[in-house]
């Protein structure tokens, strides 16, 4: 019997780590939230526009990423006296990018587009994760640019996994990290986000992005304006 009590004691043991493990991470969760706003608060923005800049090898880019909850994503871009775009709603994802030589719209990669998709949710990918199908996995901690970070695995319902990685002294996020295809190959694609500011309205942005493109320093941020839908279209 005494090897029987052991496993026993063994598997008990094992689910109560996984069980700590999970009330983490959702402790985790729970102060990013606060740090954004809170989770009431999240819940109004219905609607953002930003607008900023990128300069690329010397060239001034300008770019405006309008967002309506769970509807539609665009972004527009505009270099070299062309009018670029990509976007993204819940059931396509297309880019247009005649700086790159092409001449009409086209379907972007399944695994760029469901990356996209994810986040059309404004409330946060994070609010009520349970619920939309999502699963978080706490995988310790990680420094970003000098800064301790939770690393958070996401795997969202549509089978796309980001990594987020979460300050443990704002409770921002620091950097997201997944892989993507690229010509065939599988390469990381991560953004690291800094400059957040507190809008009047009460919500937090970060703004400045960071990618292997460059750098994105945003310096007009609206929210709730009304967005007409057919942009999306």
Not at 23 to 31: F, L, P, S, V, Y
Not at 174 to 182: A, E, I, N, R, V
Request: charged share 20%.
């Amino acid at each position: 019997m005494k090897p029987l009590v052991i496993f026993g004691l063994f598997i008990l043991t094992l689910v109560l780590v996984q069980s700590a493990q999970a009330q983490t991470a959702d402790e985790i969760i729970e102060k990013h939230i606060a740090a954004m706003g809170g989770k009431e608060k999240m819940a109004t923005l219905n609607s953002v526009k930003m607008e900023g800049n990128m300069s690329v090898q010397g060239t001034d880019v300008a770019i405006t990423i309008t967002k309506l909850h769970n509807t539609g994503a665009r972004t527009d871009i505009s270099v070299m006296g062309t009018e670029n775009y990509q976007l993204v709603t819940p059931t396509k994802a297309v880019s247009f990018m005649p700086i790159q030589g092409q001449t009409e719209p086209t379907p972007m990669p399944e695994d760029q587009a469901k990356a996209g998709q994810n986040q059309l949710d404004l409330h946060s990918i994070f609010v009520d994760y349970q619920n939309k199908g999502t699963q978080v996995e706490l995988q310790g901690k990680e420094s970003v640019e000098g800064n301790e970070c939770y690393k958070l695995k996401v795997t969202f319902k549509n089978g796309s996994v980001t990594t987020y990685y979460i300050d443990a002294t704002t409770y921002r996020v620091d950097k997201t990290s997944m892989m993507l295809s690229y010509n065939g190959e599988s390469v990381e694609s991560a953004t690291n986000y800094s400059n957040y500011k507190q809008l009047a309205e009460g919500f937090w942005f970060p703004f400045t992005t960071t990618n292997t493109r460059g750098q994105i320093d945003f310096d007009k941020i609206q929210v709730n304006i009304t967005v007409d839908e057919n942009i999306f279209k």
